[in-house]
């Protein structure tokens, strides 16, 4: 596609629901990340594929996050039994190449979570 | 653990000034450094893209600067004008173990008319 895609752009549950977040990267980007930005703050860092496999999980802030990217391009950020504290905008981010000097991150409009 | 900060944390300007808006990394392990802005309520657009190597870049009235030893960089904006008013967010994508995009948390521009 011409850019990144994220569905729901708002979703509003309850607390104790489940809830998946859908990234399409941009076509052809192996690098898929997810980020997670509170009110006022900058974006922090969840998880990162390359390809298929996350190479790097370590931002996911506890086991009740969870992502999947089964075929190289779509991902889903799944959380379980939410809590009022995950309410945040969630962003993902597709690059072209492996991470070096000219790896380019592109965003999307991001999925504003609120959870009541 | 990288750290980046930005500075100033929110500032205001009369429309036509030139101004300057800092960013500071603590850790110079870097691959490139990345100026984005961010709309209210939207994501955010890539700007700008400086690799390690490299000492600047510019784009139309856009210049960034990156100074890696030291840890910083700078986003000159000439002849600033109403429509630049946004979140402005300096990223450095780390190099080593961890390899993934570190923010700082953003200055806030509003040109006024």
């Known amino acids: 596609g011409a850019g990144v895609s994220q569905t729901p752009s708002n979703k509003v549950t309850e607390k104790g629901k489940y809830v998946e977040l859908r990234c399409d990267p941009i076509s052809g980007h192996t690098a898929l990340y997810w980020y997670r930005q509170s009110l006022g703050q900058g974006p922090e860092f969840l998880i990162y594929f390359q390809g298929t496999g996350a190479a790097d999980d370590s931002g996911l802030p506890n086991d009740r996050f969870f992502a999947v990217r089964p075929e190289g391009s779509v991902s889903t950020l799944k959380i379980q039994r939410t809590e009022r504290g995950d309410s945040a905008v969630y962003l993902c981010?597709?690059?072209?190449?492996?991470?070096?000097?000219?790896?380019?991150?592109?965003f999307g409009q991001g999925t504003r979570l609120t959870v009541v | 653990k990288q750290e980046v900060t930005q500075i100033p944390a929110a500032l205001s300007v009369p429309e036509g000034e030139n101004l300057v808006l800092n960013c500071s990394f603590t850790d110079s392990a870097i691959y490139n450094l990345q100026w984005f802005r961010q709309d209210p309520g939207k994501g955010l657009t890539s700007l700008l893209l400086i690799q390690s190597s490299q000492r600047e870049q510019t784009s139309g009235r856009l210049n960034a600067s990156l100074d890696k030893s030291s840890g910083r960089s700078t986003l000159y904006i000439a002849a600033s004008q109403p429509g630049d008013s946004a979140t402005y967010l300096c990223?450095?994508?780390?190099?080593?173990?961890?390899?993934?995009?570190?923010f700082g948390k953003g200055t806030k521009l509003t040109v006024n008319p």
């Open positions: 990223a450095v994508l780390t190099q080593g173990g961890s390899e993934k995009l570190v």
């Open positions: 981010a597709s690059s072209r190449t492996r991470t070096g000097p000219n790896t380019e991150a592109f």
